[in-house]
């Protein structure tokens, strides 16, 4: 009774909630309809501390230890600090009408609000972010966990009782590691190659993607230019195929135009040391026939301005005079056998004809 006329002679408007502390029985909380939190103190005649919410309270809870206190009023969640005089910790606001309970879960992590707007969000009490959040079908006007987490209770306006259950998996125990694998070691990329499917398993196939060379990358990327200088930068053993391969792609690309110019002395070099070695090799010449006349294209007009490149145009000029030549004296070489061959048939046909007719006389007679 004494209690009820302390409240009649402080508060000013309806008592909507309150709240003892877990930490000691002679205090309890009250929030109302006047914008108040007030703190009592069963061992003192009134209330010991009051907050100022700014709207009217609906719901309140505290924390274990009964140094923070937690309301709720209008669509705002404010944070308060009761042994530091009622300093306000936090205020903030996820719901769009207004919170009508909050509580806290069995490990004081979470803070569970439900709202008019029909959802219930939880937050992190460290910095009070929502990580959660449920839609159910009616406004919420009472909310509850239970202390082991796993039983949610929503009472709404519609006269049904929402119960959603949680089911907790059980950690397994996994069968302890003889090693643990390292990514970007020998033994983690091949890891699971020695399991053998048992007799039933079904086993997938995985194709493995092609490993592209330098040059295809570049190709892919239409960066010519940068594909022939990686082909350039290969041994001389393994680069005679693929540059010849290279410049077969480039010409079906129309690329090589592009891959060829804008060299100085010393990118050119290497291909026209190429031509020079190659160009008389019957597997490769109408290829580079075809790559010589475009460096011609290119770079005739700066011939004259180096004196590297100018010998090295010279010494490809020379080869091919020599391999003209050379085909020019071996037609010349046919030529004469042919008319060996023909004079030597047609001597030998002339005495099978003498042949022939002695045989005949021979018969008559």
Same mark, same amino acid.
């Given at each position: 009774?004494?209690?009820?006329?302390?409240?009649?002679?402080?508060?000013?408007?309806?008592?909507?909630?309150?709240?003892?502390?877990?930490?000691?029985?002679?205090?309890?909380?009250?929030?109302?309809?006047?914008?108040?939190?007030?703190?009592?103190?069963?061992? @003192?005649?009134?209330?010991?501390?009051?907050?100022?919410?700014?709207?009217?309270?609906?719901?309140?809870?505290?924390?274990?230890?009964?140094?923070?206190?937690? @309301?709720?009023?209008?669509?705002?969640?404010?944070?308060?600090?009761?042994?530091?005089?009622?300093? =306000?910790?936090?205020?903030?606001?996820?719901?769009?009408? !207004?919170?009508?309970?909050?509580?806290?879960?069995?490990?004081?992590? $979470?803070? =569970?609000?439900?709202?008019?707007?029909?959802?219930?969000?939880?937050?992190?009490?460290?910095?009070?972010?929502?990580?959660?959040?449920?839609?159910?079908?009616?406004?919420?006007?009472?909310?509850? %966990?239970?202390?082991?987490?796993?039983?949610?209770?929503?009472?709404?306006?519609?006269?049904?009782?929402?119960?959603?259950? $949680?089911?907790?998996?059980?950690?397994?125990?996994?069968?302890?590691?003889?090693? &643990?694998? +390292? /990514?970007? !070691?020998?033994?983690?990329?091949?890891?699971?190659? &020695?399991?053998?499917?048992?007799?039933?398993?079904?086993?997938?196939?995985?194709?493995?993607?092609? $490993?592209?060379?330098?040059?295809? +990358?570049?190709?892919?990327?239409?960066?010519?230019?940068?594909?022939?200088? @990686?082909?350039?930068?290969?041994?001389?053993?393994? $680069?005679?195929?693929?540059?010849?391969?290279?410049?077969?792609?480039?010409?079906?690309?129309?690329?090589?135009? %592009?891959?060829?110019?804008?060299?100085?002395?010393?990118? =050119?070099?290497?291909?026209? &040391?190429?031509?020079?070695?190659?160009? !008389?090799?019957?597997?490769? !010449?109408?290829?580079?026939?075809?790559?010589?006349?475009?460096?011609?294209?290119?770079?005739?007009?700066?011939?004259?301005?180096?004196?590297?490149?100018?010998?090295?145009?010279?010494?490809?000029?020379?080869?091919?005079?020599?391999?003209?030549?050379?085909?020019?004296?071996?037609?010349?070489?046919?030529?004469?056998?042919?008319? =060996?061959?023909?004079? /030597?048939?047609?001597?030998?046909?002339?005495?099978?004809?003498?042949?022939?007719?002695? %045989?005949?006389?021979?018969?008559?007679?």
């Amino acid at each position: 009774m004494v209690i009820n006329t302390l409240c009649c002679l402080v508060l000013k408007d309806y008592v909507r909630c309150g709240v003892t502390s877990e930490n000691s029985k002679d205090i309890f909380i009250t929030g109302s309809y006047d914008h108040s939190l007030k703190l009592w103190d069963l061992r @003192s005649q009134g209330s010991v501390l009051s907050m100022d919410h700014g709207c009217p309270v609906e719901c309140v809870t505290v924390f274990p230890s009964g140094g923070i206190c937690i @309301s709720a009023g209008s669509n705002i969640i404010k944070v308060w600090d009761i042994l530091g005089g009622g300093r =306000l910790l936090a205020g903030f606001s996820n719901h769009q009408k !207004t919170i009508t309970s909050i509580c806290l879960d069995g490990e004081n992590r $979470r803070l =569970l609000s439900g709202s008019l707007d029909r959802h219930v969000k939880i937050y992190d009490v460290q910095d009070y972010t929502v990580v959660h959040s449920m839609d159910y079908p009616a406004p919420i006007l009472s909310l509850k %966990i239970s202390p082991d987490d796993t039983h949610l209770v929503a009472g709404m306006s519609n006269k049904f009782l929402s119960i959603k259950y $949680r089911l907790k998996h059980e950690a397994k125990e996994e069968a302890p590691r003889s090693r &643990n694998l +390292k /990514s970007g !070691t020998y033994r983690y990329f091949v890891r699971g190659k &020695n399991f053998k499917p048992l007799e039933d398993d079904f086993v997938v196939s995985a194709p493995k993607r092609p $490993r592209f060379k330098e040059h295809d +990358k570049f190709l892919k990327k239409f960066e010519y230019s940068k594909a022939l200088d @990686s082909v350039l930068r290969r041994p001389l053993a393994t $680069r005679v195929p693929f540059l010849s391969s290279l410049f077969q792609d480039l010409i079906r690309r129309k690329g090589l135009e %592009i891959a060829l110019a804008g060299r100085d002395e010393d990118g =050119l070099e290497p291909i026209l &040391n190429f031509l020079i070695r190659y160009i !008389t090799n019957p597997k490769y !010449t109408v290829l580079l026939i075809d790559v010589a006349n475009k460096v011609l294209d290119i770079y005739g007009p700066v011939i004259g301005q180096s004196e590297k490149v100018d010998h090295l145009f010279t010494t490809l000029r020379d080869k091919i005079n020599r391999e003209i030549n050379f085909h020019q004296k071996g037609f010349e070489l046919l030529g004469a056998l042919d008319t =060996l061959f023909a004079a /030597s048939v047609s001597s030998s046909t002339s005495n099978i004809g003498t042949e022939a007719q002695g %045989i005949q006389k021979d018969r008559q007679l």
